[in-house]
């Protein structure tokens, strides 16, 4: 089973190590001076693409659309059935919000999948699944833009048709196709796309987003979401443009928190004046109690035999971090490898893996977790590949140090050692881009001194 070009690439490198070296390190140059940031710093990006052959991409392809066909029936039922709502436990004032069915039918409009996938034997755990907050379409396009100009590509085009993935005018046509369902007019809206400026990972990213929506003929605004207003019957960007529909950037936890700073938001929203795309049923998808209720009788129910096994398959154990969990001596004794997370949170933001601590000190993890609004999940074993990097990553600190033994190759200086992660973005339910992130170390994240490289996929001519 080849999924992707690893082997290929690593062997163009070799080759050619100092002509792609001198690539390599033209591109990292760029896009430390480009917009692709996150939070206003410079992602780190990977010289190697990640480019998945046809059997590969078909393979995440059909994953994606499956699991957001489960996630659908999910919110479905989440929507209609008191007693399945119950699982949640969610607040009853986030559960009012929840439970505004939107006017039109994709229930989930927007999302990334983010799963751990096996190159060699295709098998895949999901590891988060994110909705209306998801990001880094921005930078995917720099990444892919940057790689083009190339010498991997230049190499790999002799053989293969390499295609990139667009994530803004297709994202569009999938919003609009919900303003058409919605049965507001034939008239395109106004846009606003909204969030905690403050909070969002790019402002840049935001901007594309508003040209993409004046390509496809609307006018079209990013909005701090304090300064919107509402007189009534219409909501008002701060400029005064009357908005007709929401692309909505900010998460659910965050508006909630803030709740008393956006009440013309809110207002609005709950009058229906307004169409926001996607609305709060996404909540159910975010929250990763969801892990937990997916392998619970309650859900099996509602899904397919098919579904059922997929579920089984690539949704790891998960329960909830309660005061009884962290008594259980598989847990504490670390029978198994496991990972704590924030329930409700995003960004990959407190996370604990329990091979990074001693016994005790991963007791004391526990305990002081328990019952704090976290989940103890199975461990996933990312699975890790060799790239270069031009970066300033420190490769003899931890947590990168103690992954390199065995990767470092001293006529190779640039080459080391990366976990990886693989995100679908999907439109509508269609798999619409891939997002790959990677780490030197085992965590895959901000803290973790996450890498990023470009995603296409690669047809043989």
């Not at 395109?188 to 594309?208: Q, Y």
């Not at 269609?430 to 170390?441: A, D, K, N």
Request: glycine residues 8%; hydrophobic residues 40%.
């Amino acid at each position: 089973m080849k999924l992707t070009l690893q082997e290929e690439e690593l062997q163009h490198y070799k080759n050619n190590m100092q002509a792609h070296d001198a690539s390599g390190m033209r591109e990292a140059a760029e896009i430390a001076g480009s917009e692709a940031t996150y939070h206003g710093t410079p992602v780190k990006l990977l010289y190697f693409p990640k480019a998945f052959t046809e059997e590969g991409y078909i393979l995440v392809k059909d994953a994606g659309e499956t699991m957001w066909r489960i996630l659908v029936k999910v919110i479905d039922e989440y929507l209609g059935n008191p007693a399945y709502r119950a699982l949640f436990g969610f607040s009853k004032e986030l559960e009012e919000w929840i439970c505004r069915r939107p006017p039109y039918s994709v229930l989930l409009p927007v999302c990334r999948l983010d799963m751990f996938l096996n190159e060699e034997t295709g098998d895949f755990r999901w590891c988060e699944f994110n909705a209306d907050g998801t990001s880094a379409m921005n930078e995917n396009r720099v990444m892919s833009q940057l790689y083009a100009k190339t010498l991997m590509w230049k190499e790999l085009d002799e053989h293969y048709i390499q295609k990139p993935f667009e994530l803004f005018d297709s994202f569009v046509s999938m919003f609009l196709g919900l303003w058409r369902e919605s049965g507001r007019g034939e008239a395109l809206p106004n846009v606003a796309i909204v969030d905690f400026l403050e909070k969002g990972v790019s402002a840049a990213e935001f901007e594309r987003f508003r040209e993409a929506f004046e390509r496809a003929g609307c006018s079209a605004e990013v909005a701090e979401i304090r300064n919107m207003r509402f007189d009534g019957r219409h909501l008002y960007t701060e400029s005064g443009m009357p908005v007709d529909a929401i692309y909505r950037r900010a998460v659910t936890s965050d508006i909630l928190a803030h709740k008393e700073e956006i009440p013309d938001f809110l207002q609005a929203v709950r009058s229906g004046s307004t169409l926001m795309a996607g609305d709060f049923c996404t909540q159910v998808v975010h929250d990763k109690v969801l892990f937990r209720i997916l392998h619970m009788e309650e859900t099996k129910k509602i899904l397919t035999p098919a579904e059922n096994t997929f579920v089984a398959a690539h949704v790891p154990y998960t329960a909830l971090l309660s005061e009884e969990t962290a008594r259980r001596e598989d847990v504490l004794k670390r029978q198994k490898r496991w990972i704590i997370k924030p329930q409700d949170s995003y960004g990959a933001q407190g996370i604990f893996y329990s091979g990074a601590y001693t016994e005790d000190g991963w007791k004391d993890i526990v305990r002081s977790h328990a019952g704090g609004g976290y989940i103890l999940q199975e461990y996933v074993e990312p699975y890790r590949t060799l790239n270069t990097d031009y970066s300033d990553t420190d490769f003899t600190k931890e947590p990168a140090a103690g992954w390199q033994q065995g990767a470092q190759d001293p006529a190779y200086p640039h080459l080391h050692s990366f976990a990886n992660m693989t995100g679908l973005y999907l439109y509508g339910g269609h798999l619409s881009g891939i997002y790959s992130r990677l780490s030197p170390g085992n965590i895959i994240s901000v803290s973790g001194d996450e890498h990023e490289m470009a995603s296409v996929v690669a047809y043989s001519k």
